[in-house]
């Protein structure tokens, strides 16, 4: 049963260009939203999160959109960057209380390539 | 920011030997450590919650007594994969969060362990 889904495979963008990656989720008990980024053979790192509270949160380059009633999030990078390529992992936490804050479920990751 | 450190990088090890992995939290205290496995071209699945001072939560599906974990200090956990075989080569990354409840959105991921079985 998968809970959080990245239908997207991969994902080819032009310098310059948006990069719009695309997240689902099933779980209404998820309160939290995150996207890692992730190079081959490394852990991942933390890109930029979202409160299910929120709708939307900026960071520079970087901006997530959450729509809870569609239960769907994107990420989107504007303008893309060779650099941003990678795969990237939206993650959401389902709240549970005391040591549970950590624990994240996983979509399958999407592989982006920014080409010059 | 945090850092989370993984040892070793990289084992390669003979089928039926036992493979010790190291998670150590480098600038905060963790309570708290999480252990992912990830197949190639796959999502990290979490294996277990490792908690300091108190047995691990394993997920199901996930066998304990094949993947122990040790969580003796607030800055360190281990994953021996024991009697290993092939099967068991994945990559395998562990990720802790700051004690402080305000800073644990940012869940910090070591750089993981490739392990290979022959």
């Known amino acids: 049963d998968q809970q959080v889904k990245q239908n997207s495979p991969s994902l080819s963008v032009q310098e310059g260009r948006i990069s719009i990656l695309n997240c689902d989720y099933t779980?209404?008990?998820?309160?939290?939203f995150l996207w890692y980024k992730k190079y081959p053979a490394e852990g991942p790192t933390f890109l930029i999160s979202?409160?299910?509270?929120?709708d939307k949160n900026e960071d520079g380059r970087f901006t997530v959109f959450l729509n809870k009633s569609a239960k769907h999030l994107s990420l989107h990078i504007v303008p893309s960057q060779p650099g941003d390529s990678a795969v990237y992992f939206c993650?959401?936490?389902?709240?549970?209380?005391?040591?549970?804050?950590?624990?994240?479920?996983f979509g399958q990751g999407t592989i982006l390539t920014v080409h010059p | 920011g945090a850092v989370v450190s993984q040892h070793p990088s990289r084992v390669i090890c003979k089928s039926g030997t036992s493979v010790k992995i190291e998670c150590r939290s480098l600038?905060?205290?963790?309570?708290?450590m999480f252990w992912y496995r990830q197949f190639p071209k796959k999502s990290l699945m979490l294996m277990a919650t490792?908690?300091?001072?108190?047995?691990?939560?394993?997920e199901q599906g996930v066998e304990k007594d094949k993947f122990l974990i040790n969580h003796a200090s607030l800055t360190l956990s281990t994953l021996t994969v024991t009697s290993a075989h092939p099967e068991d080569s994945s990559f395998y990354i562990c990720?802790?969060?700051?004690?402080?409840?305000?800073?644990?959105?940012?869940?910090?991921f070591g750089s993981g362990t490739q392990l290979s079985v022959l």
């Open positions: 990720s802790a969060s700051p004690r402080a409840r305000g800073a644990n959105e940012k869940l910090f």
């Open positions: 600038d905060f205290q963790a309570t708290t």
């Open positions: 993650a959401a936490r389902d709240y549970a209380g005391g040591t549970s804050y950590g624990k994240l479920t």
């Open positions: 490792s908690n300091e001072g108190s047995k691990a939560t394993y």
């Open positions: 979202i409160s299910s509270i929120k």
């Open positions: 779980n209404s008990m998820f309160d939290y």
